[in-house]
Protein backbone atom coordinates (compact mmCIF):
# COMPACT_ATOMS: atom_id res chain seq x y z
CA UNK A 1 0.00 0.00 0.00
CA UNK A 2 1.03 3.93 -1.05
CA UNK A 3 1.54 6.64 1.79
CA UNK A 4 2.25 6.60 5.03
CA UNK A 5 0.88 4.16 7.22
CA UNK A 6 -1.14 4.60 10.39
CA UNK A 7 0.86 2.55 12.69
CA UNK A 8 4.28 1.31 12.29
CA UNK A 9 6.39 -0.76 14.01
CA UNK A 10 9.97 -0.74 13.55
CA UNK A 11 12.43 -3.74 14.50
CA UNK A 12 10.68 -3.52 17.60
CA UNK A 13 11.54 -5.29 20.94
CA UNK A 14 10.37 -5.74 24.46
CA UNK A 15 11.69 -7.91 27.22
CA UNK A 16 10.25 -8.88 30.76
CA UNK A 17 13.21 -9.05 32.69
CA UNK A 18 15.79 -12.53 30.99
CA UNK A 19 12.54 -13.08 28.73
CA UNK A 20 13.21 -11.63 25.30
CA UNK A 21 9.46 -11.68 24.54
CA UNK A 22 9.49 -9.75 21.07
CA UNK A 23 11.96 -9.70 18.60
CA UNK A 24 12.68 -7.28 15.76
CA UNK A 25 9.19 -7.17 15.00
CA UNK A 26 8.02 -4.93 11.77
CA UNK A 27 4.45 -3.99 10.98
CA UNK A 28 1.89 -1.44 9.61
CA UNK A 29 -1.30 -0.92 9.11
CA UNK A 30 -3.34 1.57 6.79
CA UNK A 31 -6.37 2.95 7.33
CA UNK A 32 -9.38 0.35 7.02
CA UNK A 33 -7.36 -2.55 7.58
CA UNK A 34 -7.88 -5.23 9.50
CA UNK A 35 -4.71 -7.40 10.33
CA UNK A 36 -5.03 -10.85 12.20
CA UNK A 37 -1.95 -11.34 15.03
CA UNK A 38 -2.10 -14.94 15.28
CA UNK A 39 0.00 -17.31 17.01
CA UNK A 40 -0.08 -19.86 19.84
CA UNK A 41 0.43 -18.88 23.40
CA UNK A 42 3.32 -16.62 24.88
CA UNK A 43 4.25 -15.89 21.28
CA UNK A 44 3.99 -11.99 21.92
CA UNK A 45 0.73 -10.96 20.44
CA UNK A 46 -0.34 -9.57 23.95
CA UNK A 47 3.04 -8.09 24.01
CA UNK A 48 2.74 -6.36 20.77
CA UNK A 49 -0.83 -4.80 21.66
CA UNK A 50 0.31 -3.67 25.20
CA UNK A 51 3.55 -1.62 23.12
CA UNK A 52 1.61 -0.12 21.17
CA UNK A 53 -0.73 1.12 23.67
CA UNK A 54 2.23 2.17 25.60
CA UNK A 55 1.48 -0.62 28.93
CA UNK A 56 5.09 -1.92 28.04
CA UNK A 57 7.61 -0.46 27.12
CA UNK A 58 9.90 -1.54 24.20
CA UNK A 59 13.48 -2.28 24.74
CA UNK A 60 14.16 -1.60 20.90
CA UNK A 61 12.96 -0.40 17.59
CA UNK A 62 10.04 2.14 17.27
CA UNK A 63 6.29 2.62 16.71
CA UNK A 64 4.99 5.68 14.81
CA UNK A 65 1.42 6.77 14.53
CA UNK A 66 1.13 8.64 11.79
CA UNK A 67 4.20 9.30 10.68
CA UNK A 68 5.60 10.64 14.51
CA UNK A 69 6.63 8.41 16.91
CA UNK A 70 5.15 7.29 19.64
CA UNK A 71 8.50 7.33 22.42
CA UNK A 72 6.70 10.00 24.77
CA UNK A 73 3.70 8.79 24.23
CA UNK A 74 1.70 7.80 27.97
CA UNK A 75 -1.08 5.41 27.84
CA UNK A 76 -3.52 7.75 27.99
CA UNK A 77 -1.77 9.91 24.92
CA UNK A 78 -2.03 7.06 22.55
CA UNK A 79 -6.13 6.98 23.66
CA UNK A 80 -6.42 10.61 23.03
CA UNK A 81 -4.50 10.19 19.46
CA UNK A 82 -6.54 7.63 18.72
CA UNK A 83 -5.90 4.32 19.42
CA UNK A 84 -8.28 2.04 21.50
CA UNK A 85 -6.91 -1.02 22.95
CA UNK A 86 -9.76 -3.60 24.55
CA UNK A 87 -7.73 -6.56 26.44
CA UNK A 88 -8.10 -10.18 26.91
CA UNK A 89 -10.51 -11.10 29.59
CA UNK A 90 -13.02 -8.34 28.90
CA UNK A 91 -12.32 -6.71 32.47
CA UNK A 92 -15.78 -4.65 32.36
CA UNK A 93 -16.59 -3.10 35.59
CA UNK A 94 -18.65 -5.93 36.90
CA UNK A 95 -20.24 -4.05 39.96
CA UNK A 96 -21.46 -1.07 37.68
CA UNK A 97 -24.26 -0.82 35.09
CA UNK A 98 -23.85 -1.83 31.41
CA UNK A 99 -24.72 2.14 30.85
CA UNK A 100 -22.12 3.17 33.43
CA UNK A 101 -19.39 0.67 31.82
CA UNK A 102 -20.06 2.45 28.51
CA UNK A 103 -19.68 5.72 29.44
CA UNK A 104 -16.77 5.21 30.82
CA UNK A 105 -14.93 4.45 27.84
CA UNK A 106 -15.34 8.02 26.88
CA UNK A 107 -13.61 8.87 29.67
CA UNK A 108 -11.01 11.28 28.27
CA UNK A 109 -14.03 13.04 25.71
CA UNK A 110 -15.78 16.50 27.04
CA UNK A 111 -18.27 16.37 24.05
CA UNK A 112 -21.27 15.10 25.89
CA UNK A 113 -23.83 15.49 23.00
CA UNK A 114 -21.41 13.19 20.72
CA UNK A 115 -21.01 10.65 23.96
CA UNK A 116 -24.60 10.52 23.74
CA UNK A 117 -25.26 10.00 20.43
CA UNK A 118 -22.21 7.22 20.44
CA UNK A 119 -23.68 5.71 23.17
CA UNK A 120 -27.22 5.43 21.38
CA UNK A 121 -25.22 4.31 18.39
CA UNK A 122 -23.62 1.36 20.70
CA UNK A 123 -27.17 0.40 21.96
CA UNK A 124 -28.13 0.28 18.13
CA UNK A 125 -25.39 -1.84 17.11
CA UNK A 126 -25.54 -4.13 20.33
CA UNK A 127 -28.95 -4.71 20.50
CA UNK A 128 -28.68 -7.13 23.56
CA UNK A 129 -26.84 -4.38 25.83
CA UNK A 130 -29.58 -1.97 25.16
CA UNK A 131 -31.92 -4.37 26.97
CA UNK A 132 -29.48 -4.43 29.92
CA UNK A 133 -28.29 -1.39 29.98
CA UNK A 134 -29.56 -0.64 33.77
CA UNK A 135 -28.00 -4.59 34.58
CA UNK A 136 -24.48 -4.68 36.02
CA UNK A 137 -22.03 -6.05 34.30
CA UNK A 138 -21.43 -8.86 36.22
CA UNK A 139 -24.61 -10.15 35.77
CA UNK A 140 -24.35 -10.46 31.80
CA UNK A 141 -23.09 -13.75 29.71
CA UNK A 142 -19.37 -14.42 28.58
CA UNK A 143 -20.44 -13.22 25.11
CA UNK A 144 -21.91 -10.15 26.09
CA UNK A 145 -19.21 -9.13 28.34
CA UNK A 146 -17.15 -9.11 25.22
CA UNK A 147 -19.29 -7.39 23.00
CA UNK A 148 -19.71 -4.70 26.04
CA UNK A 149 -15.73 -4.20 25.98
CA UNK A 150 -15.92 -3.73 22.30
CA UNK A 151 -18.17 -1.21 22.58
CA UNK A 152 -16.88 0.31 25.77
CA UNK A 153 -13.52 0.70 23.11
CA UNK A 154 -15.83 2.17 20.63
CA UNK A 155 -17.26 5.04 22.69
CA UNK A 156 -13.64 6.64 22.87
CA UNK A 157 -13.95 7.06 18.90
CA UNK A 158 -10.65 5.60 17.94
CA UNK A 159 -9.60 5.43 14.79
CA UNK A 160 -7.16 2.19 15.54
CA UNK A 161 -8.73 -0.68 17.52
CA UNK A 162 -6.26 -3.05 19.01
CA UNK A 163 -8.52 -6.29 20.09
CA UNK A 164 -7.05 -9.17 22.25
CA UNK A 165 -8.75 -12.84 22.02
CA UNK A 166 -12.50 -11.67 21.82
CA UNK A 167 -13.15 -15.01 20.67
CA UNK A 168 -11.47 -16.74 24.31
CA UNK A 169 -13.67 -18.66 26.33
CA UNK A 170 -16.64 -17.96 23.81
CA UNK A 171 -19.22 -20.87 22.24
CA UNK A 172 -19.11 -21.24 18.25
CA UNK A 173 -21.99 -19.51 17.95
CA UNK A 174 -20.81 -16.76 19.91
CA UNK A 175 -17.52 -15.89 18.41
CA UNK A 176 -19.33 -16.25 14.79
CA UNK A 177 -21.68 -13.03 16.11
CA UNK A 178 -18.24 -11.16 17.66
CA UNK A 179 -16.66 -11.66 14.23
CA UNK A 180 -19.31 -10.70 12.57
CA UNK A 181 -19.29 -7.32 14.14
CA UNK A 182 -16.08 -6.94 13.95
CA UNK A 183 -16.05 -7.30 10.07
CA UNK A 184 -18.76 -4.66 10.15
CA UNK A 185 -16.62 -2.26 11.82
CA UNK A 186 -14.12 -2.38 9.22
CA UNK A 187 -16.44 -2.32 6.59
CA UNK A 188 -17.69 0.80 8.23
CA UNK A 189 -13.83 2.34 8.19
CA UNK A 190 -12.26 1.10 11.13
CA UNK A 191 -8.61 0.10 11.48
CA UNK A 192 -8.47 -3.00 13.57
CA UNK A 193 -5.65 -5.29 15.02
CA UNK A 194 -6.57 -8.52 16.19
CA UNK A 195 -5.06 -10.82 18.20
CA UNK A 196 -6.46 -14.34 17.81
CA UNK A 197 -5.43 -18.15 18.88
CA UNK A 198 -8.58 -18.71 16.43
CA UNK A 199 -6.58 -18.47 13.31
CA UNK A 200 -9.72 -19.31 10.97
CA UNK A 201 -12.08 -17.05 12.60
CA UNK A 202 -9.70 -14.10 12.30
CA UNK A 203 -8.28 -14.73 8.66
CA UNK A 204 -12.11 -15.10 7.33
CA UNK A 205 -12.33 -11.67 8.07
CA UNK A 206 -9.29 -9.80 8.10
CA UNK A 207 -7.41 -8.44 4.93
CA UNK A 208 -3.72 -10.13 6.35
CA UNK A 209 -2.30 -11.79 8.97
CA UNK A 210 0.61 -12.06 10.38
CA UNK A 211 1.96 -15.52 12.87
CA UNK A 212 4.26 -14.83 15.65
CA UNK A 213 6.46 -17.90 17.41
CA UNK A 214 8.40 -17.11 19.93
CA UNK A 215 8.25 -13.75 19.53
CA UNK A 216 9.41 -13.61 15.90
CA UNK A 217 7.24 -13.70 12.39
CA UNK A 218 7.40 -16.92 10.97
CA UNK A 219 4.87 -16.17 8.61
CA UNK A 220 2.83 -13.26 6.97
CA UNK A 221 0.73 -12.37 3.62
CA UNK A 222 -2.59 -11.59 2.85
CA UNK A 223 -5.84 -14.06 4.32
CA UNK A 224 -6.45 -15.78 1.69
CA UNK A 225 -2.65 -17.12 1.46
CA UNK A 226 -2.38 -18.05 5.05
CA UNK A 227 -5.59 -20.08 4.72
CA UNK A 228 -4.04 -21.67 1.71
CA UNK A 229 -0.73 -22.16 3.60
CA UNK A 230 -0.30 -25.89 4.28
CA UNK A 231 2.26 -25.24 7.30
CA UNK A 232 0.10 -22.64 8.83
CA UNK A 233 -2.99 -25.21 8.53
CA UNK A 234 -1.16 -27.78 10.16
CA UNK A 235 -0.70 -25.97 13.47
CA UNK A 236 -3.90 -23.39 13.67
CA UNK A 237 -6.20 -24.93 11.62
CA UNK A 238 -6.61 -28.31 11.76
Known sequence: MSGTPLLALTGLAVRYGNVQALRELDLEMHPGELVALLGSNGAGKSTTLRAISRLVRPSAGGITWRGRPLARASTEGTVRLGIGHCPEGRRVLARQSVATNLELGAYLRRDRQGIRADLERCYERF???????????????????Q??????SL???PEL???D???????PKLVAEVMAILAELRRDGLTILLVEQNALAALAIADRGVVLEAGSVSLRGSAAELLA???????YLG
Do not use: T, V
Open 127 to 145: PRLAERRGQRAGSLSGGEQ
Open 147 to 152: MLAIAR
Open 155 to 157: MGR
Open 161 to 163: LLL
Open 165 to 171: EPSLGLA
Open 229 to 235: NDALRAS
